[in-house]
């Protein structure tokens, strides 16, 4: 991306000689603050690499083996800049797509503040990926990992997150004994009327929702005159909770129980997902 910027000053053939540093160790101009702003041109404000390839050992011939396709390129045809850019701004977008998000098992941290930065990672990308949603996905398929943990594998039934609960004959996006559970970003008054719903058919409806979510499920459900028969939980602790107790409080004991939540959620996602950078990838902390 950096070498295609600098290029388009240089005339074809392009001499890769003129794009050294002056001892010859590196090439000229890379850099983790060039990138970004090269970046940042087309709205992409995520990081890609906080050296930009100045410091990699194979800059120099990756720089020279671009510079032979693109002369070779250039004899025939002239080449089009900005169609270079777009290319390399797909490929840039493709790893981001397919990156992974990473929880860090950090002991100073709390469970909260460790859920919470995978949340606001899903929140970031969302921004950047417009129609994808990514946080609601992650919220079903954690809820899911921690009920296989709860009732044992095999024994709750998952779906896409793309499938909808009437369509595929489910009360709720978990139907587990006489509770329907719901996973939402947002509570919406057709989701209370489908709350509504579920106590007409003898079942119990339980919200598990984002934190600013819970205040406004509550308000819905008063409107509709449920309000005391329907449960709204914030999703965060709705985890949180069960680590601990799962955890039986101790440190060793909630980081074994995380490292499951996400293998279980990540097993989830190879399923019943075709978007491989919703899995989480654990790190260790301090």
Same mark, same amino acid.
Request: aromatic letters at 6%; hydrophobic letters at 35%.
């Given at each position: 991306?950096?070498?295609?910027?600098?290029?388009?000053?240089?005339?074809?053939?392009?001499?890769?000689?003129?794009?050294?540093?002056?001892?010859?160790?590196?090439?000229?101009?890379?850099?983790?603050?060039?990138?970004?702003?090269?970046?940042?041109?087309?709205?992409?404000?995520?990081?890609?690499?906080?050296?930009?390839?100045?410091?990699?050992?194979?800059?120099?011939?990756?720089?020279?083996?671009?510079?032979?396709?693109?002369?070779?390129?250039?004899?025939?045809?002239?080449?089009?800049?900005?169609?270079?850019?777009?290319?390399?701004?797909?490929?840039?977008?493709?790893?981001?797509?397919?990156?992974?998000?990473?929880?860090?098992?950090?002991?100073?941290?709390?469970?909260?503040?460790?859920?919470?930065?995978?949340?606001?990672?899903?929140?970031? *990308?969302?921004? #950047?990926?417009?129609?994808? =949603?990514? $946080?609601?996905?992650?919220?079903?398929?954690? &809820? %899911?990992?921690?009920? @296989?943990?709860?009732?044992?594998?095999?024994?709750?039934?998952?779906?896409?997150?793309?499938?909808?609960?009437?369509?595929?004959?489910?009360?709720?996006?978990?139907?587990?004994?006489?509770?329907?559970?719901?996973?939402?970003?947002?509570?919406?008054?057709?989701?209370?009327?489908?709350? *509504?719903?579920? #106590?007409?058919?003898?079942? =119990?409806? $339980?919200?598990?929702?984002?934190?600013?979510? &819970? %205040?406004?499920?509550? @308000?819905?459900?008063?409107?509709?005159?449920?309000?005391?028969?329907?449960?709204?939980?914030?999703?965060?602790?709705?985890?949180?909770?069960?680590?601990?107790?799962?955890?039986?409080?101790?440190?060793?004991?909630?980081?074994?129980?995380?490292?499951?939540?996400?293998?279980?959620?990540?097993?989830?996602?190879?399923?019943?997902?075709?978007?491989?950078?919703?899995?989480?990838?654990?790190?260790?902390?301090?």
């Amino acid at each position: 991306m950096q070498l295609s910027r600098a290029f388009q000053g240089a005339e074809v053939p392009i001499n890769p000689n003129d794009f050294l540093a002056d001892r010859g160790g590196q090439v000229k101009g890379l850099g983790g603050p060039n990138l970004k702003k090269i970046l940042l041109g087309y709205g992409i404000d995520r990081p890609l690499s906080s050296e930009g390839g100045r410091t990699s050992r194979g800059s120099i011939d990756n720089m020279r083996a671009y510079v032979e396709f693109l002369n070779d390129y250039g004899s025939f045809a002239p080449i089009d800049w900005d169609e270079v850019e777009q290319f390399w701004i797909g490929k840039i977008q493709d790893y981001f797509d397919a990156t992974p998000f990473t929880l860090s098992l950090d002991a100073s941290q709390s469970i909260k503040t460790i859920i919470r930065d995978v949340t606001e990672q899903a929140v970031k *990308r969302q921004r #950047l990926v417009t129609g994808v =949603k990514y $946080l609601g996905t992650i919220m079903q398929h954690l &809820v %899911g990992a921690k009920l @296989d943990m709860v009732m044992g594998a095999g024994t709750i039934t998952h779906n896409s997150s793309s499938n909808n609960d009437q369509e595929h004959g489910r009360t709720g996006d978990f139907d587990i004994g006489d509770v329907s559970i719901h996973v939402t970003t947002r509570p919406s008054e057709a989701l209370l009327i489908k709350c *509504r719903e579920n #106590l007409a058919a003898n079942r =119990k409806p $339980l919200i598990v929702t984002i934190d600013n979510g &819970v %205040g406004l499920a509550s @308000d819905l459900a008063n409107e509709l005159g449920i309000e005391e028969r329907v449960e709204v939980i914030d999703f965060i602790q709705f985890i949180v909770a069960n680590i601990h107790e799962r955890g039986l409080f101790d440190r060793t004991g909630r980081h074994s129980r995380i490292e499951e939540l996400i293998e279980r959620y990540n097993s989830i996602i190879d399923r019943f997902e075709t978007d491989p950078s919703l899995k989480i990838e654990v790190a260790a902390g301090r």
